[in-house]
């Protein structure tokens, strides 16, 4: 019987059997798809999630970020990272070295999927295998959390999300992030010298659509894409718990309200390596209260955000408040930090 099995091999998997392998715990993934995984992903990472990332020995190459900057038309605010600096890194690059970073540590990494979990006394099974433990990371819209009746009710609004690489050298080390009535593009520096464009909306529009809600930002990106157009959606998912028996949820498995703070990969290393530091000190029961903590700040700062985003009386005054309360907005996106 092995310590913990993990199903996913995404950024919250990978960081989970990196922490357990760490505390010598004897750790299988199982993921069905080949690494590096790509997936629709802002692909910034705030400065918690790269000093989390180093924690676990993950060295990972990227543009520096110093800080967010929020864009509408010829008005902007700025924000620069206080204490820390973010990186920008292609979402391939980050689950490479993620994925190398296990295998050094002998984490075994097995094709296949998760389902039909039994549990025990003192055990979980599935997949084949026998474990102590299973901690579900796997995904949005994670079959684990559906199987195991934690899965809420659906979102009342729901908001979608889409990406593409461009050819363009970074012009500035912010994350900038445009604002319109549709919704948002999020301007991310990567450490190839391309850019990631990232595009929220309650709106399901093809790519160039959302794109064109941002005039400026189009015109200097036109002609110079680089890849596919991947998307994601809907956001917001729901879990009725972070626990149930044996089992763990991590990661945007455990629940997931929005992509507008760009604090996903930060999360998924938090709370992947506080479930395994539950169940390496026979704690499992503490994890819950320790999710709540850790992602209160990022639930409460989104939700305004996105209630603000939601009325177009609140919506127009969301990039001049910024602009006319730099203190506020330095300390909101330091509070994510």
Same mark, same amino acid.
């Given at each position: @019987?092995?310590?913990?099995?993990?199903?996913? #091999?995404?950024?919250?998997?990978?960081?989970? +059997?990196?922490?357990?392998?760490? &505390?010598? @715990?004897?750790?299988?993934?199982?993921?069905?798809?080949?690494?590096?995984? %790509?997936?629709?992903?802002?692909?910034?990472? @705030?400065?918690?999630?790269?000093?989390?990332?180093?924690?676990?020995? $993950?060295?990972?190459?990227?543009?520096?970020?110093?800080?967010? !900057?929020?864009?509408? #038309?010829?008005?902007?605010? $700025?924000?620069?990272? !206080?204490?820390?600096?973010?990186?920008?890194?292609?979402?391939?690059?980050?689950?490479?070295?993620?994925? /190398? !970073?296990?295998?050094? &540590?002998?984490?075994?990494?097995?094709?296949?999927?998760?389902?039909?979990?039994?549990?025990?006394? %003192?055990?979980?099974?599935?997949?084949?295998?026998?474990?102590?433990?299973?901690?579900? +990371? %796997?995904? &949005?819209?994670?079959?684990?959390?559906?199987?195991?009746?934690? %899965?809420?009710?659906?979102?009342?609004?729901?908001?979608?999300?889409?990406?593409?690489?461009?050819?363009?050298?970074?012009?500035?080390?912010?994350?900038?992030?445009?604002?319109?009535?549709?919704?948002?593009?999020?301007?991310?520096?990567?450490?190839?010298?391309?850019?990631?464009?990232? $595009?929220?909306?309650?709106?399901?529009?093809?790519?160039?659509?959302?794109?064109?809600?941002?005039?400026?930002?189009?015109?200097?990106?036109?002609?110079?894409?680089?890849?596919?157009?991947? #998307?994601?959606?809907?956001?917001? !998912?729901?879990?009725?718990?972070?626990?149930?028996?044996?089992?763990? /949820?991590?990661?945007?498995?455990?629940?997931?309200?929005?992509?507008?703070?760009?604090?996903?990969?930060?999360?998924?290393?938090?709370?992947?390596?506080?479930?395994?530091?539950?169940?390496?000190?026979?704690?499992?029961?503490?994890?819950?209260?320790?999710?709540?903590?850790?992602?209160?700040?990022?639930?409460?700062?989104?939700?305004?955000?996105?209630?603000?985003?939601?009325?177009?009386?609140?919506?127009?005054?969301?990039?001049?408040?910024?602009?006319?309360?730099?203190?506020?907005?330095?300390?909101?996106?330091?509070?994510?930090?």
């Amino acid at each position: @019987m092995i310590d913990l099995l993990v199903a996913g #091999g995404g950024p919250a998997g990978l960081a989970a +059997a990196i922490r357990a392998a760490g &505390l010598g @715990m004897e750790t299988v993934v199982v993921e069905p798809r080949t690494a590096p995984i %790509d997936k629709a992903c802002g692909e910034g990472i @705030m400065p918690s999630g790269v000093a989390a990332l180093k924690a676990l020995g $993950v060295p990972v190459a990227g543009h520096p970020l110093h800080g967010i !900057r929020y864009v509408e #038309g010829p008005r902007s605010a $700025v924000a620069p990272f !206080r204490g820390g600096t973010g990186l920008g890194v292609r979402r391939t690059a980050l689950h490479a070295a993620l994925h /190398l !970073r296990a295998l050094e &540590l002998g984490v075994r990494i097995v094709p296949g999927k998760v389902a039909g979990v039994r549990q025990g006394g %003192d055990r979980v099974e599935a997949a084949g295998l026998t474990a102590r433990w299973l901690i579900a +990371a %796997d995904g &949005l819209h994670s079959p684990l959390r559906r199987e195991l009746g934690l %899965d809420g009710p659906a979102a009342p609004v729901r908001r979608y999300g889409l990406r593409r690489h461009y050819r363009v050298a970074p012009w500035t080390g912010f994350v900038e992030v445009h604002w319109s009535r549709h919704g948002e593009a999020y301007v991310t520096p990567l450490g190839d010298g391309s850019v990631g464009v990232a $595009v929220l909306s309650r709106e399901r529009l093809p790519y160039a659509g959302h794109l064109a809600a941002f005039p400026r930002l189009a015109a200097s990106l036109r002609g110079r894409e680089a890849g596919p157009v991947r #998307g994601a959606g809907p956001l917001r !998912r729901r879990a009725r718990a972070r626990r149930a028996g044996r089992v763990l /949820l991590v990661g945007d498995a455990a629940g997931y309200l929005d992509a507008l703070t760009g604090e996903g990969v930060a999360l998924a290393v938090a709370t992947a390596s506080a479930a395994v530091e539950a169940l390496a000190a026979g704690r499992p029961q503490a994890y819950p209260a320790r999710w709540q903590r850790l992602t209160l700040r990022h639930r409460l700062l989104t939700a305004g955000l996105l209630a603000a985003a939601r009325r177009p009386a609140t919506a127009r005054l969301i990039v001049p408040g910024a602009h006319l309360a730099p203190r506020v907005f330095g300390a909101a996106v330091h509070a994510l930090q």
